[in-house]
């Protein structure tokens, strides 16, 4: 198969864990002879300092063009004055818009070679398997902002539309899992979550009878995700909700480096990235964990490109690796590997397990 591919390493370790990245896709693009054809381009930090503005007009027409775009991390202290004019948040923000990516899958599956890392028991994370399915184009982030001297505002706001196809397609992807969704609101407090979980109780009623849906508020649910992680399936929610119950979900797997990510919309584009930020702590030491860049490959494969097998051997290879105990320094304080060695380690284990895969094909 020939696919054009959109390349945003971005700031801090986002080049770093892009770059280890980039190295999968080509692995199997050789080991499965499939013609990817990578462009790089700038988004956030490096594109406001190369042309001052964080998603140049290039960088979108790319974009619009590709089948799948593959980003690394935005922001960082350099551009976070907040009297700076413009953000490289910013950059992120306009482009998941654009492209119409109202749906952010951020799967969380714990292995058991992390369990030691996670800050929880491991005898309550065996078994987990979540997919946080996160509206993304919507809510506050997107509302009206004001601003003077002394207050500000920012608007939340939810059409019935906007609520409707994410919840579909959260039910959708809960029908080829264990058929369990439930739906994560405010709605005590907040108008839109009052909207958020009519609507969600009528796509599912009408449209997916076999489902089964439940509505669990924010506050609650950021206990029972750490408290019963093996009671949850599929967990739709808001934007911003979404955003804070991932970065928590990942301290079941271990790190935020472990989480990939998967930006959806109706079209066949789709958006993949690590769920973590560009992590100006450790950048430029080489030491980042590359893995959630990596699995944010397999959904590129899986999602955007049909190449189910090839996703497979993406994650078995990462799953060895971890099996193995390489690790970056996030997972083990105990003589860590770099984010070059589990790269290498991963690109070895794709090499012998597709091999093992088309064996058995
Ligand atoms: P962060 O995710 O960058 O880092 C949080 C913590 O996790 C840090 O201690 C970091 O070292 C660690 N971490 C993150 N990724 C890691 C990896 N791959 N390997 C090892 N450790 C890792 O969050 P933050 O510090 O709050 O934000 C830093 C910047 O990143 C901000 O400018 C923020 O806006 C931006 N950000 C961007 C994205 C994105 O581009 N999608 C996502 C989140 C945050
Ligand atoms: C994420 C990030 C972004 C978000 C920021 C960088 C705009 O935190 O992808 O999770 O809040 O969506
Ligand atoms: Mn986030």
Same mark, same amino acid.
């Given at each position: ?116 890392? #996670? ?19 919507? /809510? ?59 609507? #969600? ?40 909700? /979404? ?48 893995? /959630? ?58 090499? #012998? ?9």
């Amino acid at each position: 198969m020939h696919a054009e591919i959109v390349v945003l390493p971005g700031d801090g370790i986002g080049p770093e864990v892009t770059a280890a990245a980039v190295e999968v896709l080509r692995a199997v693009g050789y080991r499965y002879r499939h013609n990817f054809a990578l462009h790089e381009h700038t988004i956030g930090g490096a594109a406001i300092d190369a042309c001052g503005e964080p998603l140049p007009e290039k960088t979108l027409a790319a974009c619009r063009y590709a089948d799948a775009v593959l980003l690394g991390a935005v922001g960082g202290p350099k551009w976070s004055d907040p009297r700076a004019k413009t953000r490289p948040e910013q950059g992120l923000l306009a482009l998941r818009k654009a492209l119409g990516l109202y749906a952010n899958l951020r799967p969380v599956r714990p292995h058991p070679a992390t369990l030691g890392a #996670a800050p929880i028991k491991p005898h309550l994370l065996s078994g987990v398997d979540l997919l946080v399915v996160r509206e993304l184009t919507g /809510g506050i982030y997107f509302g009206d902002k004001t601003r003077d001297a002394d207050s500000a505002s920012d608007t939340c706001r939810y059409s019935a539309a906007e609520v409707e196809r994410v919840v579909r397609r959260a039910c959708a992807l809960a029908r080829q899992r264990r058929g369990h969704v439930t739906s994560v609101d405010k709605a005590n407090v907040l108008e839109t979550s009052r909207l958020w979980r009519e609507v #969600a109780t009528r796509v599912a009623r009408d449209e997916f009878p076999d489902i089964v849906l439940e509505h669990q508020l924010v506050d609650s649910m950021a206990m029972h995700l750490l408290a019963k992680p093996r009671a949850f399936d599929v967990i739709v929610t808001e934007n911003m909700f /979404g955003d804070i119950l991932t970065d928590e979900a990942s301290m079941l797997a271990g790190s935020m480096g472990l989480l990939p990510s998967a930006s959806l919309g109706d079209g066949g584009i789709g958006l993949y990235e690590p769920i973590h930020g560009s992590a100006p702590d450790i950048a430029g030491r080489g030491s980042a964990n590359p893995c /959630g860049a990596i699995l944010s490959v397999a959904l590129l494969l899986r999602y955007s490109l049909g190449l189910e097998m090839e996703a497979n051997c993406v994650e078995q290879a990462v799953s060895a690796t971890l099996d193995d105990g390489v690790m970056s320094a996030d997972l083990t304080p105990h003589r860590p590997s770099s984010t070059k060695q589990v790269t290498a380690a991963v690109l070895e284990r794709i090499a #012998a397990d597709c091999h093992v895969a088309e064996l058995r094909d």
